[in-house]
């Protein structure tokens, strides 16, 4: 069956760092948009970062761009989200979503084909 199982997260001070990976299985992973998207405490669930297919093209937030580092390796079947320079605003459930047919610039045009369970990630001040 389809999973996607993220790791990585954790408590973080602020201005640290944190790599979070999702290892996807049950699907054809390099047919795939990866995205990242987050979930605060009283807040929507929004987008951070996706990555293309092939991993060559990306989609960043406002809000991460310049902080935040989406890849994915198609061998692996795994995608990251490397982030740098970390706020307390950042303070949130990520959760790894796969979606297919649309672009990375596209991703939040489309609901995801398959999530993730969620990890955390706080950011103490």
């Known amino acids: 069956q389809v999973q996607l199982v993220e790791s990585g997260g954790g408590l973080v001070q602020a201005g640290g760092s944190l790599r979070l990976s999702c290892a996807a299985s049950?699907?054809?992973?390099?047919?795939?948009?990866m995205g990242w998207f987050r979930q605060a405490p009283g807040k929507e669930r929004e987008s951070v970062a996706a990555s293309g297919r092939n991993g060559g093209t990306t989609y960043y937030a406002d809000s991460v761009k310049g902080r935040f580092t989406i890849s994915k390796d198609n061998a692996k079947n795994t995608v990251y989200l490397q982030m740098n320079t970390l706020k307390p605003e950042d303070t949130a459930v990520y959760y790894c979503a796969a979606i297919f047919g649309v672009t990375a610039q596209a991703m939040s045009l489309k609901s995801p084909d398959y999530w993730g369970q969620g990890t955390q990630v706080t950011v103490s001040s």
């Open positions: 049950g699907f054809a992973f390099s047919n795939y948009v």
